[in-house]
């Protein structure tokens, strides 16, 4: 079984809609990050977490919330999508933050 | 602030020829920096990292990079590329007091030809 899951795995919803993407981790990390990845921008840090009771906004957090529900989850939610937020969306962990492990991705669509 | 500028979005090389994909990057303290690979419909995964240790690192698959403090530079090689090389590949630099979270470079996009 993988390390680190993202459901969905593609989601396809509509503009104004309220939409959860989960990450769960069986790697006992502490850190756990959320990112977007748009074609020829890299990787952009959406929100951060250094436990469950830490979360910090990344440089690109407007229009996202996160919640940590546990050590092993953390969920990212669009309160009402919009269509420049179609991306994938990666969930990663790490212990010191330098090794990140990636989960697979969500590819998320808003029309 | 720290930012990572990788030199051309697309490479393309023939099979057995040398790779290079080449890494910039910016940062005030010392950075710990990072090459990650991305296969088609897959996530991140790391190839290699340097980590303030020896300025040559070997990571996964033949692939290596060479830190250059004076160039600002950690650019990634194999000597002979293989089909299955054909991925995207991001290069990222990590600082350790901003509680060591990643920025990414561009990516490039590294095609293989037969």
């Known amino acids: 079984d993988a390390d680190v899951t993202q459901t969905p795995r593609n989601r396809i919803t509509k503009t104004g809609k309220r939409i959860m993407l989960e990450c769960s981790q069986t790697k006992g990390h502490d850190r756990m990050y959320w990112y977007r990845q748009d074609p020829g921008l890299g990787l952009r840090l959406i929100y951060y977490s250094f436990d469950v009771k830490d979360i910090n906004k990344g440089e690109i957090s407007d229009g996202y919330s996160v919640s940590r529900q546990a050590q092993a989850k953390f969920s990212l939610s669009l309160e009402s999508a919009i269509p420049n937020q179609t991306a994938l969306y990666f969930c990663a962990t790490s212990v010191t933050g330098n090794e990140q492990f990636f989960g697979p991705g969500t590819r998320l669509t808003v029309l | 602030a720290q930012s990572v500028t990788q030199l051309g979005s697309h490479v393309s090389v023939s099979e057995g020829a040398l790779v290079l994909l080449r890494c910039n990057y910016s940062s005030s303290v010392p950075p710990y920096l990072f090459w990650y690979v991305q296969y088609p419909n897959q996530g991140l995964q790391l190839l290699l990292k340097?980590?303030?240790?020896?300025?040559l690192v070997k990571g996964i698959n033949g692939f290596e990079a060479e830190f250059k403090k004076s160039e600002t530079s950690f650019h990634l090689t194999k000597p002979s590329a293989h089909m299955s090389d054909a991925a995207e590949y991001f290069c990222?630099?990590?600082?350790?007091?901003?509680?060591?979270?990643?920025?990414f470079g561009q990516g490039t996009e590294l095609s293989v030809k037969p």
């Open positions: 990222a630099v990590s600082v350790q007091n901003q509680g060591g979270k990643l920025i």
């Open positions: 340097y980590t303030s240790a020896a300025t």
